[in-house]
């Protein structure tokens, strides 16, 4: 599997990650329902084997425990893991990623991002938030911090952001659950590049429905 640099934060990844978040939110996802425990362990393996080292994962999914048990399995360096946070207040994104390196039984995540933000002056409203992430980061507990977003205006802040140093874009040829177009989210993107930013994608196939875009 072709490895390739995020952006300016100097990880680099398998150039495929596996999310562990279909149609996830409120603590499970179709990997964790469906699979099981075991069931998404093995898949993460698999994954591993086939050379894919970089795994999306998060608070809101409930999949910590099953990439815990992958891990205990496999060389923690080889594998880059994406976690993220809801949390709006310092406190919460501290106490969060406490928990999250517990849940994870590791001593760092590589990635940790600021989950599904919207506001459009989310850089204002959560500079404390940031600070914070900040903090984990000088701290050694996280690699990298970052956002995803699930608006376009907040979208185009995480581009012109100093702090956002990996974004999760949702994007797809389609242009279905995208924060917009793909003629309007790709020039973003570029711009993301551009400026040093690690860019990875979600809703690519949308839970299966484009399935044919892997002919695209």
């Not at 994007?171 to 995208?178: H, K, P, T």
Request: hydrophobic residues 40%; glycine residues 10%.
């Amino acid at each position: 599997m072709q490895q390739v640099t995020l952006g300016s934060s100097g990880i680099e990844v398998s150039r495929l990650c596996i999310g562990t978040g279909t149609v996830g939110w409120n603590g499970s996802s179709n990997q964790t329902r469906q699979l099981g425990t075991e069931g998404l362990i093995d898949l993460l393996c698999y994954a591993y084997d086939s050379g894919v080292r970089f795994w999306d994962t998060a608070d809101q999914y409930g999949s910590h425990p099953h990439v815990r048990g992958a891990l205990r399995m496999l060389p923690r360096d080889q594998v880059v893991i994406t976690t993220k946070t809801t949390s709006r207040t310092p406190a919460g994104i501290r106490d969060d990623v406490e928990r999250f390196l517990r849940e994870l039984g590791t001593d760092y995540a590589d990635i940790v991002l600021l989950h599904c933000l919207t506001e459009h002056d989310w850089t204002t409203r959560y500079q404390d938030c940031m600070e914070a992430l900040t903090a984990c980061r000088d701290r050694g507990m996280i690699r990298a911090v970052g956002v995803s977003c699930h608006d376009f205006e907040a979208f185009k802040l995480a581009a012109v952001s100093p702090w956002v140093e990996v974004v999760l874009a949702r994007i797809n040829y389609a242009g279905v659950l995208m924060d917009a177009s793909p003629e309007e989210v790709i020039p973003v993107m570029d711009e993301m590049s551009a400026r040093g930013k690690g860019i990875y994608g979600m809703k690519v196939y949308v839970a299966g429905k484009l399935l044919d875009a892997r002919r695209r």
